[in-house]
């Protein structure tokens, strides 16, 4: 796939001199940049993943008040909705009506649609912000070794081979199962969703950083950085100024497809028990409640599907994005 | 090539020695922030009806107050040479590999880890198998027939795969398998091989499939994108102006070329997965390495911890050796370099 060329009508094709006709407009130059953006408006299946990307934003940043019109405060208990003798939800579906959109939870009744709206809030939250770390430190690493070379390169290197190696979900358990209750001056959620951001984005930076490093080392080479360097300029100024800005495109698309491995990381810890507390909703953490209550599909099927449709879009979206970027990868 | 297998075995060897290190600083340092003293340690040792001056005794015998570079010192001789605990009340002999005994259930770490290894390992080496067969057929079948509705389907499910939960799609099929229909046995369910290998197979299936399936999916998108790089490679086309028979072109130059990245995946995967399938043992609750390493994790169980994390680490070392030893069989050129 090439950068499409504004050629208008098929006359072109039959004549190519017809390309001429044109002339007298002033020829643009194109950007890498609106070039991979031409290259991805005509790609339909990552427009559409980005389009749900956008949505799911949409739905975590205005959660409240989504909350607020369509359903009932998540940590709600409805027991009104629950046949007392069995615990289950009264009427078919699982509750689901006009009122309870996706039904509720068997036992106490809690709005399914409302929690599951909450918890994009803090499955997106983590899910970006994690990969800001990851990124923050896979960069640097990643810019370091590959622009200083030498024993740098050798320890950092082995480094990313010692993570790799890691059983990181293990660790990950580990360090999340002994987080205390108050520290840094946070507590309680507030704490443990900055613990996990910091946890998961530590132990997801290796991937990142092997792209920059290997990057780095052919853009080391380049003649700018040559040129750069015989006007004297100094480390600092090339890595920032000359190597950092040509590798935005690549950081780009890793970082959206570090996304929803990172989401998936969360909701893995908070099905375990060691994400988030109840009773502030999670995807995972629903999934965990649903596992004793397995006969009621609704309970088990709509968190799964909002983690589901969450990664898939996420996925598509930086798959299209670095095909728009790099068509050679493909 | 001796000399790369021997550097291979050295590199082996130090990054066992690296995670070693690392697992017993992380393990040391963070249940101190949680709280943990010295005091409070040796307490789960003789139980809380001590007094403190006992506590205060048993810590010191078992070393809790020495520096940490002494207690990892003590840490490594009780793996390789074994160890000797004194409680006061006698002396309890640890065979090496001594991982220290469990503060729950006093029992020692090691054979409680050996018990667990095959639950792992039959699951892990059944998928393995599944998703290795699956993913690299349909790969290849897909980027031969780029575009074909074949290709797409099973493109747009591989997608899918990739972004399902293990622990999602592993509900779904116990409650539409085993407890819809009743074709498989209900989670937990776990016959030795030795036992009756028929049953074993039986037990396991279901979670080799989900397994598998999650797995299946990222090796055919890697198979079929390494494919249709070689298979547009000049020596592809000297082979096919040979009059090599086109499965042969396929299979023997197409394929083999592609293989390497694919080992590289799976060398790390198969590891990881013997360390401790811990989302798919809960899921299924499987009696396995993964489902003990989040019941030690749940009750702060540090020797246990330690040891099921070092088994686990020590087992994606030893994969992605073999892997490393396998290239040189794959490609050529490893032998030369």
């Known amino acids: 796939m090439t950068a499409p060329l504004d050629v208008s009508g098929s006359a072109a094709e039959a004549r190519p001199e017809s390309v001429l006709a044109g002339a007298g407009k002033a020829i643009q130059g194109r950007s890498l940049t609106r070039i991979a953006w031409m290259r991805l408006r005509r790609d339909k299946v990552a427009l559409g993943g980005g389009i749900v990307v956008v949505l799911l934003i949409l739905v975590a940043v205005f959660s409240s008040p989504i909350i607020a019109v369509l359903g009932h405060p998540p940590l709600e208990f409805h027991q009104d909705q629950i046949d007392q003798s069995t615990l289950l939800p009264k009427g078919v579906f699982g509750g689901m009506s006009g009122e309870y959109l996706l039904g509720v939870e068997p ?5 399914i649609f409302s929690r599951i709206v909450a918890g994009a809030w803090v499955s997106l939250l983590i899910g970006f ?75 997801s930076w290796p991937s990142i950083g092997r792209i920059v490093r290997g990057q780095t080392l052919s853009l080391r080479e380049r003649e700018f950085v040559d040129a750069a360097k015989s006007l004297g300029a100094r480390h600092g100024y090339i890595l920032f100024r000359e190597v950092l800005p040509n590798l935005l ?27 988030i507390n109840p009773p502030t909703p999670t995807w995972g953490g629903m999934l965990s409640e649903a596992v004793r209550f397995y006969t009621l599909p609704h309970f088990v099927l709509f968190p799964g599907l909002a983690i589901f449709i969450t990664v898939l879009a996420f996925n598509l979206f930086g798959d299209g994005l670095r095909d728009a970027f790099d068509p050679r990868a493909h | 090539m ?11 060897i130090a990054m066992l020695i690296v995670i ?104 892990a080496l059944g998928a393995a198998l599944i998703w290795v067969v699956a993913g690299v057929s349909v790969g290849v079948i897909s980027a031969l027939r780029r575009g074909s509705l074949f290709d797409r ?17 592993g509900m779904i099929s116990l409650v539409v398998f085993s407890y819809g229909l009743g074709w498989t046995p209900p989670g937990g369910a776990w016959t030795d091989f030795t036992v009756n290998p028929a049953q074993w197979a039986y037990n396991l299936l279901l979670p080799w499939i989900t397994l598998a399936f999650l797995f299946a999916a990222g090796y055919a998108r890697l198979t079929r994108a ?51 399938a811990v989302l798919t043992e809960t899921t299924y609750t499987l009696p396995g390495l993964g489902q003990y390493s989040i019941l030690a994790i749940r009750n702060q169980d540090l020797p246990q911890v330690m040891g099921v994390t070092l088994v686990a680490a020590g087992f994606v070392v030893v994969a992605s050796l073999i892997v490393d030893l396998l290239y040189a069989v794959v490609d050529p050129r490893v032998r030369l370099s």
């Not at chain 1, 036992?107 to 709005?111: A, E, F, H, I």
């Open chain 1, 107 to 111: 036992v106490n009744g809690r709005d």
């Open chain 1, 129 to 203: 912000l994690a990969t800001l770390v990851s990124v923050a430190i896979g960069t640097t690493l990643g810019v370091i070794a590959g622009y200083f070379g030498g024993w740098v390169d050798q320890l950092i290197g082995r480094l990313m081979d010692v993570f790799l190696a890691f059983p990181l979900l293990i660790f990950a358990i580990a360090l999340a199962g002994v987080i205390p209750d108050k520290a840094f001056g946070l507590e309680g959620n507030g704490l443990r969703i900055a613990m996990l951001i910091f946890i998961i984005g530590f132990f």
């Open chain 1, 249 to 275: 495109a690549p950081i780009l698309v890793y970082a959206t497809l570090l996304i929803p491995t990172n989401i998936l990381f969360e909701a893995a810890l908070s099905f375990l028990g060691v994400g």
């Open chain 2, 2 to 12: 001796v000399t790369y297998i021997i550097r291979r075995l050295i590199g082996a």
């Open chain 2, 20 to 123: 070693s290190m690392v697992t017993f600083g992380i393990f040391y340092v963070v249940p101190q922030w949680a709280g943990a003293t010295p005091e409070a340690l040796a307490s789960r040792y003789v139980g809380r009806a001590a007094t403190p001056e006992t506590v205060h005794l048993v810590a010191e015998r078992l070393g809790f107050y020495d520096p940490v570079v002494v207690q990892y010192g003590r840490f490594l001789k009780g793996i390789f040479v074994g160890a000797e605990y004194d409680y006061g009340a006698g002396v309890e002999q640890c065979p090496a590999p001594c991982f220290g005994y469990s503060f729950i259930s006093g029992q020692p770490v090691w054979p409680d880890l050996v018990d667990r290894m095959p639950v792992t390992f039959s699951l």
């Open chain 2, 153 to 169: 389907i099973s493109m747009g499910t591989a997608l899918a795969g990739v972004s399902l939960p293990i622990f999602f799609t």
């Open chain 2, 226 to 276: 390494g494919m249709l790089e070689t298979m547009g490679e000049d020596y592809i086309r000297t082979a096919r102006a040979k009059g090599l028979r086109e499965n042969r072109v396929v299979v023997k130059h197409g394929l083999r070329a592609a293989l390497t990245p694919i080992l590289t995946l799976f060398g790390i995967d198969f590891g990881l997965l013997i360390g401790g």
